[in-house]
């Protein structure tokens, strides 16, 4: 029998956002570079690379690896990342992976079948990641299923089709729950812990305002956007929860999933504002407001929501430069 695939580590997963030229909108690799160095050094487990807030799908196949090569080449030799491969077919998809293994990923994060929300039937989904976590697992790369139903045109995958799929393919390894349920983590991580010696197994939160909730429940922490912007508020939570302390990991965590609110009624255009704001100038790179723009058709946030942003994170930001500053 092959050996097992292992899972990424538990932790704090940030997906990393894309910066764009302000006049042209091509991507500023200079920038991204010295973004993804600093990030890798916040105290993150690990980044995902083209995950949603990446802006994966308004990028081309040649952008999303020259992505994938820059982030291999910015982060430490050892440093965990993964890589987003979601596309709308099986042969996209398949080519994504393809990049993602050239480019000498361990794990890739893989949205369903959605584009055709009536005809994604648990047959096709079934099909669909038998067909990459088999051509993932044949290369030794390990497959975490992602399900996000405001991306995917609703489609929801139940507790019972994630636990179906990872006891189906021994290439699928984690999920990634960007559906806020608290619940689905519980069922999964209750029903895989029944598999006769264990099963390496992740299960996600996709946001960190239920990180909490999340780890109470037996969840491996989460993939969250908002590391973006407060990295270092998020992995406090984190380390704080597990070396016991769970009343002041809650005080934290509360600040700053009151914060995390303010970002989340703005999408990922607020996300990138959000980070423009407290992180991607730290990292040392100049001009960070327009460079976090969102790429077009997409429009900038209006300065009445920027400066909402600003107030609802002051709270949050205090916190998190302090943690820089110790």
Not at 12 to 41: E, K
Not at 221 to 231: D, E, M, R, S
Not at 293 to 321: Q, S
């Amino acid at each position: 029998m092959a050996t097992p695939i292992p899972p990424p580590p538990p932790g704090i997963w940030c997906p990393a956002i894309t910066l764009f030229h302000p006049d042209t909108s091509a991507l500023d690799l200079p920038s991204q570079a010295r973004y993804y160095s600093h990030l890798s050094r916040s105290g993150l487990t690990g980044l995902l690379i083209l995950g949603t807030n990446a802006e994966p799908l308004l990028l081309s196949r040649a952008e999303r690896h020259s992505l994938l090569s820059l982030a291999k080449k910015s982060c430490p030799p050892d440093f965990p990342l993964m890589a987003g491969i979601s596309g709308h077919s099986t042969s996209q998809v398949l080519e994504y992976l393809s990049d993602a293994i050239e480019c000498g990923y361990k794990w890739v994060l893989v949205l369903p079948p959605g584009y055709f929300p009536g005809l994604t039937t648990a047959a096709v989904v079934d099909e669909f990641f038998k067909d990459v976590a088999g051509a993932a697992e044949e290369k030794g790369v390990g497959t975490v299923v992602y399900n996000f139903p405001g991306v995917c045109n609703g489609v929801d995958l139940s507790s019972e089709d994630v636990v179906r799929l990872a006891r189906g393919n021994r290439g699928v390894v984690g999920v990634k729950l960007t559906c806020g349920s608290v619940a689905k983590m519980t069922r999964i991580v209750g029903e895989l812990e029944k598999d006769e010696g264990g099963k390496g197994f992740v299960t996600f939160g996709g946001q960190s305002d239920f990180l909490v909730g999340g780890l109470s429940v037996g969840g491996s922490g989460c993939v969250a956007a908002f590391a973006n912007a407060v990295p270092r508020t998020v992995v406090r939570v984190w380390e704080l929860w597990n070396e016991g302390r769970r009343e002041e990991a809650l005080r934290v965590h509360r600040v700053a999933a009151l914060a995390e609110g303010f970002v989340k009624q703005g999408g990922v255009a607020a996300v990138k504002y959000a980070a423009g704001w407290m992180q991607v100038g730290r990292a040392g790179v100049e001009g960070a407001e327009g460079l976090v723009r969102m790429r077009k058709p997409y429009a900038e946030l209006g300065e009445d929501r920027k400066k909402a942003i600003r107030e609802g994170l002051r709270e949050v930001k205090e916190i998190e430069d302090g943690l820089w500053a110790a």
